[in-house]
């Protein structure tokens, strides 16, 4: 099932919540690949629950509006688990990771 929407407040709100969710869990500032960022949107917008926690987010956070206040962190909620869970199982390994040595 495809998470089909013309709500482009919901999209916008996705996108950036996936996008903050990414600089939590890797400690970067930046994005995830296009692939793992559509497809992490793709699960928000096929589930209700999901779409629901994080359009509430995008209402409070006013993603699209612009701020000199610093970033705030995500709820440590449902929504992040479920989706913090679906960016760790496709989050890529750094190119030049140690690997631990027996």
Same mark, same amino acid.
């Given at each position: 099932m495809?998470?089909?929407?013309?709500?482009?407040?919901?999209?916008?709100?996705?996108?950036?919540y996936?996008?903050?969710?990414?600089?939590?869990?890797?400690?970067?500032?930046?994005?995830?690949?296009?692939g793992?960022?559509?497809?992490? *949107? #793709?699960s928000?917008?096929?589930? &209700?629950?999901?779409? !629901?926690a994080?359009?509430?987010?995008?209402e +409070?956070?006013? *993603? #699209?509006?612009?701020?000199?206040? &610093?970033?705030?962190? !995500?709820?440590?909620?449902?929504a992040?688990? +479920?989706?913090?869970?679906?960016?760790r199982?496709?989050?890529?390994?750094?190119?030049?990771?140690?690997?631990?040595?027996?």
């Amino acid at each position: 099932m495809t998470g089909l929407t013309e709500d482009t407040a919901l999209i916008g709100d996705a996108i950036a919540y996936v996008i903050a969710l990414y600089r939590d869990l890797s400690a970067e500032n930046g994005a995830p690949s296009l692939g793992t960022q559509n497809q992490a *949107v #793709d699960s928000i917008l096929a589930d &209700p629950e999901l779409s !629901l926690a994080v359009k509430r987010w995008g209402e +409070r956070a006013r *993603v #699209d509006e612009a701020t000199t206040a &610093p970033a705030q962190r !995500l709820p440590f909620d449902e929504a992040y688990r +479920r989706i913090g869970a679906f960016l760790r199982s496709a989050m890529e390994q750094p190119v030049f990771a140690r690997k631990d040595r027996d």
